[in-house]
């Protein structure tokens, strides 16, 4: 699954090093480091409150922290302006409400911002976005409004419209949290198949099969904190840390 490194780079595309972040007096990220490599699917997994969130928006800088510092692709989270613009044009992000623009068809949604930001002619941005939405499953809804597709073929269109703008990453939080259960696999299986083609991905998510049949490695979260990171093989079935085995014990055999 682990994709090659581009043009031979070893680098990790995203180290995040001591972060902290609190709101308030609330200490919601606790000396967070770690780092993903270049098509590396990492799972972030941990009870509601752990910060899972808080982190996959801090690296998109939808969230900003108080210490430490994240890097994406060699490059340190700007602060705002164009070099923050450019930022979020390299990494897609993919929210557990879809997001999509109301008022404009999906194929609106999906060229959009390879029209606005990348500055694609509108029939290479439309051509572009019909190979994606095949991709995932929706080409025959191009020309519907998002209102008329559910909520397992939203959240398909919002993943075909991160990737029009061939992001170097791709951050999914909670894709899957607000569809009912026979839509969750229709998403899961388009997010496997781009693990599959060395897509580089952050997902925050409560589904297990798909941390064990997607995952590089596990990364679980308590309290603001990592607690333990592996791979998932070595993480289900023997999680080194008594709060992952809690953790574990109450979600795998309820």
Not at 79 to 92: F, I, N, P, Q, Y
Not at 163 to 172: C, F, G, N, Q, T
Request: charged share 25%; hydrophobic share 45%; net charge negative.
């Amino acid at each position: 699954m682990q994709s090659d490194n581009v043009a031979g780079n070893d680098d990790p595309l995203v180290v995040v090093s001591g972060v902290n972040k609190w709101y308030g007096e609330h200490h919601v990220l606790k000396d967070i480091n770690t780092t993903v490599a270049r098509g590396e699917v990492v799972v972030v997994i941990g009870p509601s409150g752990s910060g899972k969130s808080t982190l996959c928006r801090a690296i998109n800088r939808l969230e900003t922290v108080q210490e430490g510092e994240i890097l994406i692709d060699g490059v340190k989270l700007p602060e705002e302006g164009a070099d923050l613009a450019k930022l979020r044009s390299d990494v897609g992000m993919v929210f557990q409400s879809f997001n999509l623009f109301a008022h404009k068809t999906v194929l609106e949604n999906v060229t959009l911002a390879p029209i606005k930001v990348r500055k694609m002619k509108k029939a290479d941005a439309e051509a572009r976005a019909m190979k994606l939405l095949q991709r995932v499953g929706v080409e025959a809804h191009a020309h519907k409004m998002p209102a008329q597709l559910s909520g397992g073929q939203q959240q398909r269109v919002a993943i075909a419209r991160s990737l029009a703008m061939d992001p170097k990453l791709i951050l999914l939080d909670e894709p899957t949290s607000a569809l009912d259960p026979e839509m969750i696999n229709e998403v899961l299986d388009v997010m496997i198949e781009l693990a599959r083609e060395g897509m580089t991905m952050i997902v925050v998510t409560h589904e297990m099969g798909f941390a064990r049949k997607a995952a590089n490695r596990v990364i679980f979260m308590a309290e603001g904190a990592i607690v333990e990171e592996a791979a998932p093989d070595e993480f289900f079935t023997n999680p080194r840390t008594e709060r992952a085995q809690e953790f574990l014990s109450k979600i795998l055999h309820n």
